[in-house]
C-alpha cells in the first residue's frame, strides 16, 4: 500500500464541536419560529411596496463604458450639435402616392412643424424641409422625419410615449410609425416586462408541478416556491433602492426571477430532503431542524457564498449593463440563502411531520393497489441507478473521462468564431414596430440606419495647449488625411460651432464590421492640431471590447482565486478545488458553443423566433460566464460536501465518491430541471439578449448537473484517487483551524480502504456505516 493510501486507511476521523456561531443560530430558529415567521411576513409585505414601480426606473441601455472616448465624444456632439444625433425617426408612409406629391408634401410639412413645436425635441428636420436623398427612400414612396428629443434616457423614454399618441397612425394622406434608438429603446423596456410576466406565468406551475413530483407532497412542494419568491419580492426592493443612485438595466429583472426561483429551490431541496431524511431515522423534529442546519444548512451558506463571488466579479466592468446583474445577482443569491435558513427551518418546526402532508404519489400508490412507500428519504435503495452509475463511471474511470472532455470540448468549437457587436433593433421581434421602422431603412433607404464615423473636433484653449482655435486650413487638412485611409468612402463636414467641429466618416463596407472597426484605430492615429475624439457604433463596440478586455483579468482572477480558498476551506484539499475550477470551466463550453451556432450563425432562428445579426453583443459572454460559473459551483459544492461528509466518517475514498454520487445525484438532477424550466421560461422572451441568456443558462445547467456532475466528478476524482485529499502540512493546519465542515463528523470507526467498500451503506443521520 502506497503511503497516501496507508495514510488514508489509518487516519481515525477528528471530532469537531458544534460551531458557536451556527449552534446559536439554531437555537435561535428553533427556539421561536412562530417570531421568525412574522418577522419575515413583515418584511416581505414592506419589500411589495418598496419594489413597486422599479421596471419604470431601470434602463433599457448600459452596453457601453462610460469612461471611454467614444462615450465622450457622443456626450460632446449632443451638447454642441444636438442636430447631428437624431435619436427619434418618424417614417412617413405615402402608400402608392409619391413623398413629392403635393399632397402628401403638405402633410409632411405639417407634421414636421407640429413635431418642432414639442416640448423637449430639437433639431427637428424632414424631406420636405431639406431634400436630402438619405432621408427619402428609393421608390418614393417613404420618408424620414428626424428629431433629437431631450433628457436622460428614462426621460426621453416618457416624452416618446407622449409623442407615440400624438404622432403614430393615420394623417391624411400618409401613415406614420415610430422608430429610432430611443423608440427601440423604450419598446425594448415595456417589451421585456411583459415578457417576465408571461414567463413566470410558465415557470411557476410547472415548477410547482416538479417540486410535487420529487417530493410527493404538496406541503413539502410549497415551500421552495415560497422561498424563492420572497427572494425575488426583496430583491426588488433592493434594486428600487440602488436605481436612486446607479443606473439599473431591465435585463436583471429577468435575472432576479430565474436566480431567485432556481437558486431558492435548490437550497429549499437540499434543506426539506435533509429534514426527511432525519425525520426518517426517528429522528424528534427539533433535533431533525438542528442537524439539518448543521449539515445542509451549512453547505447552503457555503454555496451562497460561492454564487455570489462568481456575479460579484461583474462589478469590475464599467458598463451598468453588467453592474446591474451583480447588484440583482448578490441580492437575490443573499436573500435566497437567508429565506432558506430563516423562514425554512421556522416553517419546518411548525410543520415538523406533517411535511409529508398530502402527499399524492402515496395516494396515486393506493389507487394503482401498491404498498404505500414510507416516506424514507434516507433509504440507499431508492437511489440505487446513482449507486450502479458512480461503479460503472470509477470502473472505466479513463474511458468516461477522455469521453466527456472531448466532448465538451467539441462542442464549444464553435465559439472560435465568435464575432462581437453592438444591440440594435433586431433585438426586438420582427413585428416591433421600431424594429419594423429600422429594417424599412435598411432596405429601402441609400445609406446605412447604423450611420457612420462620427468625429469630435474640441478646438478649445483647454483642449490645445498652444492657444485654442483651428482654421479652416487645419480642418481641411485634416479631413484629407482621413479621406487618404484606404477604408473611407467619403468624409462630410467640418460642420463649425464656435471651436468645435465634426466630421462624419462613411466607411467602405458595413458601418459596423470589422473594416469599420479598423478603421476607428486609424483614424485615432492620426495627429491633429486639436483635440479629435471619434465614435459611432463602430467606435463604441471597439471601445466596450477594450473594456470588456481590460477588466477580463482582474474579474477571472478574482472569481479563481476566491473559488480556491472556498473550496479548500470546505474540503481542506489542494487538488479538489483545482479540479473544481477547470471542471466548472469545461462544463460551459456546450453553452458558449451552442450560443455561437444558434445565434451568431442564425441557426434554429425560425424556430426559436429571432432575426440573426451575424454576432454576439458584447457584454452577454462575460454575464453567461458569471452566472453559468457560479451555479456550476452550486451544484459542485452540493456534490463535494457530501463527498467529503463520508470520507472524513469513513476514509474510503471510493466509498465516499459513491455515496456522495448516490445521495445527491438525483437531487441535484431535480434542481437542474427546475431551474432549466424556469431558464426556458425566460428564453420565452422576445428579445434576442434575453432569450439568448435564458436558454444558454439552461444548457449550462444541464450540461454541468448531468454530465459533469453525472460523469466527470468522479471519473476524475477515481483517477486522482486518494490523493484528492492531500494537503501540505501548514494548510492541513489551517484548514483545521479556520476550515468548514458538512456537520459533525462521528466517532465510529472507519471503512478500512478497499475493505468491503462495494457492499457498505451508510446511514447519514446515524452516522454508521453498515457493511
Known sequence: MSEVNRSSATRSPRPEPEKPALGRWTRLVTARPRLA???????????????????????????????AESTYATEALEREFPDSQPNLLLLVDAGRQSVDSEAVAAAGRQLTERLAAQDDVTGVGSYWQSPSPALRSEDGHEALIVARILGDEKAAAQTMERLGGTFRGEHGPVEVSIGGPVAV?????????????????????????LLILVFGSVIAALL??????????????????????????VFAQNLTTALGLGLAIDYALFIVRRFREELATGAEVKDAVGTTLRTAGRTVLFSALTVAVSLAAMLVFPQYFLRSFAYAGIAVVALAAVAALVLLPAALMLLGHRINSLDLRAAFMRRRGRAERPADEASPVARGGWTRLAVLVMRRAPLFAFTTVSALVLLGLPFLGVKFGTPDDRQLPSSAESHVVQQHIRDGFPGSPDGGIEIYADASASAVPTGGGASAEQYAAYRDR??????????DGPITSGSAAYFTVQPKGEAVGEGAQSLVHEIRDIPAPFEASVTGRAAVLE??????????????????????LLVFLLTGSVLIPLQ??????????????????VFQDGNLSGLLGFTPTGDIETNLPVLMFCVAFGLSMDYGVFLLSRIKEEYDRTQDHEH?????????????????????????????????STKMLGLGLAVAVLMDAMVVRGLLVPAVMKLTGARTWWAP?????????????????????PVEAGTGAAEATADPARGTVRT
Open 543 to 564: 471601445d466596450s471590447k477594450a473594456a470588456i478586455a481590460g477588466g477580463l483579468p482582474l474579474a477571472l482572477g478574482f472569481i479563481v482565486v476566491v473559488t480556491l
Open 224 to 249: 421552495p416556491l415560497g422561498v424563492g419568491i420572497v427572494a425575488i419580492l426583496g430583491t426588488n426592493a433592493v434594486l428600487r433602492g440602488i436605481t436612486e443612485f446607479a443606473d439599473v438595466s
Open 482 to 491: 482621413v479621406a487618404a485611409l484606404p477604408g473611407v468612402l467619403r468624409v
Open 729 to 749: 502540512a501548514p494548510l492541513r493546519r489551517f484548514h483545521e483551524r479556520f476550515g468548514l465542515s458538512e456537520g459533525e463528523i462521528p466517532t465510529t470507526p
Open 37 to 67: 415567521l412574522l418577522a419575515a411576513l413583515v418584511v416581505t409585505v414592506l419589500a411589495v411596496f418598496a419594489g413597486s414601480g422599479v421596471a419604470d426606473r431601470m434602463g433599457s441601455g448600459g452596453w457601453e463604458d462610460p469612461g
Open 580 to 597: 473544481a475550477v477547470l471542471l466548472n470551466g469545461l462544463s460551459l463550453t456546450a453553452m458558449f458553443g451552442a450560443v455561437v451556432w
Open 656 to 688: 465516499a465518491i459513491r455515496f456522495g454520487l448516490q445521495r445527491t445525484g438525483g437531487l441535484i438532477t431535480a434542481a437542474a430541471l427546475i431551474l432549466a424550466v424556469v431558464m426556458i421560461a425566460i428564453g420565452t422572451s422576445r428579445v434576442t
Open 185 to 209: 429603446g423604450h419598446e425594448m423596456t415595456t417589451t421585456i416586462q411583459d415578457d417576465l410576466v408571461r414567463a413566470e406565468l410558465i415557470a411557476l406551475p410547472i415548477t410547482l408541478l
